[in-house]
Each structure stands twice: as C-alpha cells, then as structure tokens.
DNA sequence: TATGAATGAGGGTTCATTCAT
DNA sequence: TATGAATGAACCCTCATTCAT
C-alpha cells in the first residue's frame, strides 16, 4: 500500500513484526526445552515474550506449528554452517573431520541445542511430522557431509575402504550422547567437553585410519 | 514400606497385591512407552490393567510415582542380568567385549525398552529422581562391568593402556542411538542392528586394541 | 457385575444416574432456551444443575450432543401423544380436527416449547443435522397425523376433496406463529390464546368444509 | 446523529462516508444470514468489505449495534413499497388481497429476506430492542394494511363481517411459515412457492368471504 | 479392598474490541 | 480517516485426583 517497492521488510512494521516473530521463538525454546513440548504453557511463552497470549496466534497457526518453527530456527544456522564450511575447506580428510567434530562440538555447546535435541526425541513417538522433519533436515543433510569427508579420505589414502561402508552413526553417536549426558548426569559424573572431544576424534580416526 | 525386610510376601493377600501391582506397572509402561508421559491417561492405564481408576491409587500414589515405579521395575532386571554374566565368564578380554555389548544390544532388542528410555530422557529435565536413579542404578553398573573388562584386558596386554582412560560413553553411544535411531528414523533409514552391531565391535576393538 | 439380571435400572447407581441425566437435560433446556445454543455456556448449564462442570461430559460427548438429546426427550413425548391419541379416537373429522389442534396448543403452552423451536429455528442453518433430526422425528410424524386426519374427512364426505391436496403447513402455521408471536411481541400486542385457537380451528374448517 | 435534519447528504465526504456505511451493512448481512449473529466474525465482514477491520468502529458502536442497522436497513424499503402499493389501488377487495399477499411472497422471494427474519426470530429474545424495532416498523404497519384491505371488503360486502374481528396473524402465518421452512427443510420436502401462495390465497378466501 | 462417578483447575484457541501508527 | 497488530477475557473440553458406596 504505502512501501513504494516490496523489498526486502524495511517498514517500521515489518521489522517489528519479524522482532515479535524472534521473540516468540526465543520464548518458546527455553519453554520447551525447560519443559518439554506438552507441559508447555502458551500462558507461560507470552509472558516470556512480553506479549499477549493471543499475540502467538498472530504469528503461528497452533503450539505445534510453533514448535516446528522453534526447530527450524534453532537447527537450520548450524546445518548451513556445517555445510559451508565443507566447500571451503583445504586440508587433509583427518584435519577436516577433526575440524567437523569440532564444529559439531561448538555447536552443541550452544546452551539450547542439547535440550533442544533431547526434546525432539522424547516427543518424536507421538508427533512423526517433527521426527520425519527432524531427518530431512537436520540429520540426512549432516549425514551427507559426513559421508562426503569419508569418501574424500580414502580416495587420498587416509583412511581405510571399509571406512565408506561403515553406518555413520557409530562415529556421530558420542557427540550426541555427550551433550544428553551432561543434561541428565552433570551432577553425578559431568563430561568434560574439551578432552572428550578429544578422544573422540582420536578414537574415530585410529579406527578408521588405514 | 512395612515390611521390616524385604522378604517374599507369602500370604494369599501379600502375593493378590502383589500381581495387581505388577499388572498396573506392565499396563502403565505399555502406555507410558506408547504415549510419553504426559500424554498418557491414568484411564487407559486402568483399561489395560483391567481395573477401575481409583485402584491405581491404592498402589501408586500419584502419576508420578507410578511412572517412577515403573522405570525402576522395568530396568532392574537388564541391570542385574548384566552384572551375572561377567563374574562367571572366562576368555579374552576381546571375547567378553563382544559378549558385553552382544548382551547389551540383546537387552535392547526388547521392544519395551528403547521406547523407555527415550521417555526417561524426554522427561529427564522434570524428573530429576529418574534421571538420578538412572545413572545410579542402570549407568553407573553397567560402567563399572565395562571399566573392569578394559582392565583386564589391559593388564592381559590385549588392550592399549590409554583405554583405561577413555569416556566410556565413546564405547557404548552407538548402542543407544542405534535404538533411538530405530525408533525415530525407522521409515526413513532403518538400522539393521545384527549388521551395526559388528560393525560397531570391530570398530571399538580397531581402536582401543594395542 | 453385580445385578442378578440386567432389569431395568434398579440400582440406586442406575437410579441416581438417571435422575442426574435429567437433571442435566432439564438445565440445559433452560439455559439454551433463553439464552441460544452458541450463547449458552456449560459452565452456566452445570451451576443450573448443581453439579460440576465436568461432569457434563460423563453423560454426554459435546455440546452439540447435549443440544440434540434435549430436543429429543423434550418433543418426543409430545409428538407421541398426538400419534396415540389419533389411534383411540372415535368421532366426526371435524371433531378430531378440532382435538388435534386443541391438543397441539395445549403442548405450546408449555413454556419451554416455544422458545425451544424459536431456538431449532435460529440455529437450523448452522446446524443441518439439527434440522434434519426435527424434520424426521417432529415435523415428518406431525403432518403425517394431520394428513390421515383430512383423509378420514374426506372420506366420510365432511371436508372437500381438493383437502387432500393442500400443503398442510397452510393449517399448520398459525399455531407456530401464535407461540413465536407470544414470545417476541407478547409486550407490544399479546395474543390471546383461546380465541385465538377458537377462530383459528373455525378458520380452517370453513376452508375445508365442503 | 449530527446532521440537523436528514436531509440528503450532499458533500463529497459524506457520499463517501455512506457508500462505506453501506458497504459494511451489506457484508454483513451477508455473514449474518449465513452464519448466524454470534458465529459471525468481524473479520469476516471486514475481509468481505474489503476493508479493515477497525474500520467497522468507526461507523458502528459494537457487533450488536451493527446488527440492529442490518436489520433497519434491510427491512425498511419492504414496508415502505407494500404502504405505496394500497394508497394507489383500485379494484376489489379480494383482487387487492391477492395482490397484497402476492406482494408479500415477492418480498421473502428475495433471498436475504428468509434467513434475516429466522436470525431474528433466533436472536430476538437477547435482542429486544430488535424485536420492538421489527414489530412497530414492520409487523404493525404490515397488520394495519391488511386490515384495511379487510375492512373494504366487509364494507363492500365481499368478505364476511366477522373477518373484521381475526387475528390477522391466521391470514399471514403461512407467508412466514413458508420462508422458515424452505430454509430449513428445502432438502428433506421443499414448498413451491407459486403452487403454495395459489394455495394460501384461495384458502384465506374461502375463509373469509360471506 | 475396589470402584467409577464427580470434581474443578487448567490449557489451547477464538474473537470483539482497542489503539498506535 | 483507516488500518491491522495486539490484547485478554471467555469457552469448550480434558484428566489427575478424590470419595461415597
């Protein structure tokens, strides 16, 4: 009506509302990730986010809807990050999947991803939209990068041919219980990050590595 | 709770109580595993143990408790299978590696227990009772059954000394992802676990084997 | 489970439950009559009954269900009445005309008739199966007692033949409007009753009468 | 309301400030006779007069005020065109009856008219202001005409003297009933309404006349 | 002991109304 | 004047928990 051209949200408006739409957003994933998907109160995401109740609806069609969206936005940055780095990277395959671990390690250092991950998981049974979403997007992408690395060490002759028949999960799967680890058993027995890491990525590689 | 120990209930009353306890917690972790906690209904529960509602709270006293007792209930019996097998094994330490994680994937093949799990870590932020039962009663165990297996085979110089030090959770990750994985990501990447779980002891032993 | 035979409710359970249902009826008959369907909320419809709000839902699925049992157990037995009274009558068409219409006014001035139909009336479009429901269960059985009625005299030779033809609503309309005229103008120019039904019944036998 | 007398407004800005009015009354009789007063949104009307919705405020005080000028507005040209009518009439009493009532059945013929008077006979008891407005602007006015139509007829001795004395509602109930029901029951037993009105007419003579 | 009817707090969602722009 | 984003009260329905039988 008023914006001569429709570029790029520069009205006052728009911008106010794409700062209500983050809000909410940051709301909601503490909310949830401190309470699950179902104990979360929308009553509790509106005061977080200073607004109103009916405001969420304004933004997102349902909790569910919210919900999706607290994931895209919370996952999509790290994915794009992981897969730029790949296409820019010189280096041995050994230096790049200990700089990928290494990423993927940052990555969850970020205080909300492992909660975040955590309730994902806990509430995939009952909503395998978010579980199928969840695949696509985040762990089949992640996947092919990983794969990619492999491939890319034993045509160089790093690791071993074996290497590219070998179920990723096997390499991927201590990063990922590293971070539900010390959300469930800081108290009792905390992980240290730093030399985890470590060992992870010379255990990866001393199996792997011709 | 009034026993004065925790002998055999023997009278007729004692073991009545005794199976409907027993039927309420087979009939609330069905539900539980289906459903997630919150979403489960104390009156399906009662529907599936063949009760009336209110009978539940004779035995429990609240959805919590329940929930509690069913975690407990349920993981005791791996725990203790787990234990029994290593005091009266003998071979290399490399063989009761394999039979270690073999037993533990076996226990995992369960299909009451993958779903569990994946609960107790969804709820773990609001149950901290769990997640400290948990590790002390199933973690904690199974580490301490892991840890000695490393020694002895370190000490029979099969096993690099440095595996004494290892994060034992870079050893066993894969078991439990590969069940959430399954649960989770069945349609679209099933894991066939016969094929990971050599896969996944060949590349333990590549890694910590001198 | 504890009754001998299932008899006709005779537990004080079956009995209490009984009364309960049609207490819930009877409230929300009033509630719904003065205040429309969409208007009229359960919590008002429950403080009527003296009973909690849910409770509502042990004996009924919804809202809408709620609406339709309280047509049904409020026009059924009127309907019925008028069916069993055709079947014992003995006399002139002109006669059981007359009673016919004596005893459809006499159901209308039962208060909570009249602003129950106002209320099907208003609520028909948003409600087709409300409709239908009246349409088959009500209006359907009414004309067809009113139809049989006009044949008998026109057999006997008492009403013209050209009666057989008529739409039936022509006979019909002024009992309803007279009972939707009481309700929206009974201040500005109220109807009276009896003179009313009088001229009305003298009004249709002078058009059908031979 | 400002204007010292309703003389036509003639500015530009008051044109436009009336077309608007109008427009808005429009949608919502519309949205109204659809679906109802209370399951009408706002947004509705506003999206279906294409304007915003705060806009509606700016002519109207509330939903149940912008309710009450539908209903003025909507029924104000029928009564107005069936007082022109009689004033310029020359014929018998019985011809003008006929063209009255053929009048009348033109007017519900217009597809607003039916659902409008059955949301008003819905809405009317919360509504009581609606009600008073419809019968001194509408019912009372509607009444006197035919009475004096009657009155004609008995001087000029075509109708009987009695029919000075009937509730004219006896005459008029099967218009209304007509309207009511193709709204209601078009699907299960529709009325034609040419057939219908042939019906009505010839009926009320056969009542009436001496 | 066992039941299941009753309760009522609570939550997701809607929408008339307000108000800053 | 016109807009539409924001609000929050309201409402239907659910379900853990209680309690009379």
Redesign the interface.
Known sequence: MSAPMDLPKTGKRELQKEARRTAIIDAALDAF????F??TKLDDVADRAGIGKGTIYLYFDSKENLFEEVVRQTLFPIRDAAAARLDSFTGSASELLTVHFSDFYVAMGNPKIP?LI??I??????F?AI??F???EI??KSQAILRRIISRGVESGEFRPEANE??L??L???V???T??N???R???P?EIE??MQ??IE??L??IKV
């Open positions: 990730t401190q309470q699950g179902t104990a909660p955590a309730m998981s806990g509430e995939a049974l009952r395998p579980a199928s969840f695949y696509e762990i089949s070998l179920y999960q096997l991927t799967a201590p990922l219980i590293s539900t680890w959300l469930q058993f108290e009792q027995a992980i030399k985890y060992m992870h255990f990866v001393r199996a």
